[in-house]
């Protein structure tokens, strides 16, 4: 069964013979059930999504961003999303930051990896330099704001990843990999 082909030929064998994958097996030399097609031998793999995002300063302030979408309506966050196909990590928060804030920033070193395996993400999440104050809530925002330390909504934070970063950040020590707590075991009623 040929496992590797390009995306193209894959796309209109499936336009072709209609199945696509839809055996789940496991494949040879794998350890776990995946969709495969048992036409073209196309292995469907579901991954972890990458958030990439970023903390940013404009002379001792950090800009905070009010989510206008779910999930986490209304709540506050630092500017992050998912990286796109053929961005580097810290293009794509550049670009969230741009989409999220019409900030312009130089992206530095990376603050961290925060993997929460029971979303199935992993965030990586740079330092930001701002290269002016201008900035204005972009379309996933309903408002976005400087704040020094003190005024950050720490009761109104989006998620955990949130708070873990801004520490990160005010901590100013060397990039870390931190995992989330797994959660509880869902029980049936």
């Known amino acids: 069964m040929p496992l590797r082909r390009s995306v193209a030929t894959l796309l209109d064998m499936e336009e072709k013979q209609g199945a696509g994958p839809s055996v789940e097996t496991i494949p040879d030399g794998d350890n776990r059930p995946r969709r495969i097609c048992p036409d073209c031998g196309y292995i469907e793999y ?17 800009l905070l961003c009010q989510r206008a979408i779910a999930p986490s309506q209304g709540l506050w966050t630092i500017p992050a999303g998912f990286l796109e196909l053929g961005e580097t990590t810290a293009q794509g928060a550049a670009r969230e930051v741009w989409e999220e804030a019409e900030a312009r920033v130089d992206i530095g070193e990376l ?3 925060y ?7 992993v965030n990586m999440i740079y330092r930001a330099r701002m290269l002016s104050a ?3 809530p972009g379309i996933e925002s309903e408002a976005v704001r400087l704040v020094t330390w003190e005024e950050i909504p720490w009761g109104q934070l989006a998620f955990p990843s ?3 970063s801004l520490e990160r950040f005010r901590d100013q020590g060397a990039a870390r990999v931190y995992a989330a707590a797994p959660m509880a075991p869902l029980t049936p009623r």
Do not use: F, T, Y
């Not at 993997?115 to 993400?121: F, G, K, L, T």
């Open 46 to 62: 579901h991954n972890p999504k990458i958030i990439v995002g970023a903390v940013c300063a404009w002379e001792g302030r950090i």
């Open 111 to 113: 603050l961290g990896v």
């Open 115 to 121: 993997e929460i395996p029971h979303i199935s993400q």
């Open 134 to 136: 201008a900035c204005a």
């Open 162 to 164: 949130v708070r873990w």
